[in-house]
Nanobody, 122 residues
């Protein structure tokens, strides 16, 4: 059974930093690209960062480029998201998952974790 467990969320001030972790299981981790998504209240799911299976290539949405960094540790089946210079608009629930797709409208559901709440105060 595919399972994702996100952790590391919390409340931070604008300009602050936070590091999210994702523990994945139920599939051959290194064979799949991974992605981080976020969904704010009233908004669609947004794919914000991706990383190839080997970790040799990354891509970012314009909204987070230059501020967020995705990484992975295949020996530990872990994916990370380092978030710097956080802004109030970054407030959302953050999810990780494999085989990332920018066409996903709703985060969560089957084969998704519960996500990590990130709140950036004004």
């Amino acid at each position: 059974q595919v399972q994702m467990v996100e952790s590391g969320g919390g409340l931070v001030q604008p300009g602050g930093s936070l590091r999210l972790s994702c523990a994945a299981s139920g599939f051959t981790f290194s064979s799949f690209a991974m992605g981080w998504y976020r969904q704010a209240p009233g908004k669609e799911c947004e794919l914000i960062a991706t990383i190839t299976g080997a970790g040799d290539s990354t891509h970012y949405a314009d909204s987070v480029k230059g501020r967020f960094t995705i990484s992975r540790d295949n020996a530990k089946n872990m994916v990370y998201l380092q978030m710097n210079n956080l802004k109030p608009v970054d407030t959302a629930v953050y999810y990780c998952n494999g085989d990332p797709s920018s066409t996903i409208i709703h985060c969560g559901g089957r084969n998704w974790g519960q996500g990590a709440q990130v709140t950036v105060s004004s």
